[in-house]
């Protein structure tokens, strides 16, 4: 090894403990303060009119997917009333399960519209057609309204052809069956989401109160002439409140699969990656606010004001597809939005490693512009 090698190594040895050290100072700091240790919410006015946009509960335009192996006059018209309907949006017309499956699979469509071969046949013999829903279970409420338009579409559709046919009873059965959630069990919806939306909040408000205590306390001038440098301060801001955020969403995990029985289906280890990386996204934007603000107060709201329109607008209670056009485009800018489909996916779904990584690197790029974003505010505030 040359002597610039030997020196670029001891560097890297004298940065990491320098880095260790302040992990340690920063475990026994967040420990004794007691708003870090809590998770304070305090609701600001000026949220209301996003929220007022964003939170709906009605279902609207809910994807739907056609696979109609009859094409009788009968089973068009049953279709037609489907996609006639302002609830229901037509996406595609599929020509085998596995193509719907794939639909579902990556969250293309909530419900499969499954009309048998015999479904006009049937209907004429005046002995009853079956008809098959598939619902996506992983959106428990959104999927159980949506099949109670479904339940009123069929049954509309049913007394007609029953007073046509002159008979009592009606021709037609609709038969569900939900996907991933059987029983539509509304814990298994609301757990993976907990997993991480709680991971967010300790996260944020953690590292957002990490340097305006610093600063309230009078200790921050003190760092500022110790050796280190400025991304190793954030280095060492971002690993304790990373791994406590981490810890605490894998501990609800557990609770909720033990406590509401809610499955884990899919690979932890990919859950463990997509909560790492969702980690660097908000950790960077807590430091972000800790940079700009100079009092834990201040830290507190707007750590708030980050958080709240991050829940909103992220699905977690209501469609991301019921908002406006405009509120969709800023959707993507969630991190919490891109978790959210992995958590739920690998719980409920044992969503394959491809789906997965399609909501990651959205995640790792909003890290890395959010990192960056971090280290310019706070050299900023230094110099």
């Known amino acids: ?9 001891w560097r890297w040895r004298e940065a990491w403990a320098r880095i260790a050290f302040l992990v340690r100072r920063e475990y026994l700091a967040i420990w004794r303060d007691k708003r870090s240790r809590a998770v304070l919410i305090a609701p600001p006015l000026i949220q209301l009119l996003l929220f007022s946009y964003a939170a709906t509960f009605e279902v609207n335009h809910v994807p739907l ?8 006059v009968e ?20 020509t085998s399960m596995r193509e719907a499956q794939d639909l579902v699979d990556r969250d293309k469509a909530l419900m499969v519209l499954r009309i048998p071969a015999t479904f006009g046949r049937d209907l004429k013999s005046g002995h009853g057609a079956n008809i098959q829903l598939i619902l996506d279970g992983r959106q428990s409420n959104t999927a159980l309204i949506a099949l109670s338009y479904a339940n009123t579409i069929v049954a509309d559709y049913s007394r007609e052809r029953a007073a046509q046919m002159g008979v009592r009873n009606p021709p037609s059965v609709l038969v569900d ?43 921050f001038e003190q760092l500022l002439v110790t050796p280190l440098r400025p991304y190793e301060l954030l280095i060492g801001k971002i690993i304790p409140a990373a791994s406590l955020a981490l810890m605490e969403g894998l501990l609800l995990g557990v609770l909720g699969m033990a406590m509401f029985g809610v499955p884990l289906r899919g690979d932890v280890a990919l859950l463990i990656l997509g909560l790492a990386l969702f980690m660097l996204s908000v950790t960077s934007c807590g430091l972000m606010i800790s940079s700009l603000t100079s009092t834990q107060q201040q830290a507190q709201i707007a750590a708030f004001c980050f958080i709240m329109p991050c829940v909103i607008l992220s699905g977690f209670t209501t469609p991301v597809e ?9 959707t993507y800018a969630d991190p919490l ?6 958590s739920r996916g690998i719980f409920l779904q044992d969503m394959p490693p491809l789906v997965v990584l399609h909501n ?15 280290i310019i505010m706070f050299r900023r505030r230094v110099l």
């Open 1 to 9: 090894m040359s002597i610039a090698e030997t020196l670029d190594h």
């Open 322 to 330: 019921n908002m406006p056009d405009w509120v969709q485009v800023i």
């Open 360 to 374: 990651l690197w959205p995640m790792a790029l909003i890290g890395v512009i959010t990192g960056l974003g971090a």
């Open 65 to 72: 997917a056609v696979f109609n192996e009859d094409m009788s």
């Open 75 to 94: 089973s068009r018209e049953l279709v037609a009333r489907f996609t006639a309907s302002p609830t229901f949006t037509d996406i595609a017309r599929v």
């Open 177 to 219: 069956r939900a996907w991933f959630n059987p029983n539509m069990t509304s814990q298994w919806f609301i757990v993976p989401g907990l997993v991480a939306t709680l991971t967010m909040i300790v996260a944020t408000v953690i590292t957002s109160l990490s340097i305006a205590r610093e600063k309230e306390l009078g200790t």
């Open 337 to 342: 939005r891109y978790i959210l489909i992995i």
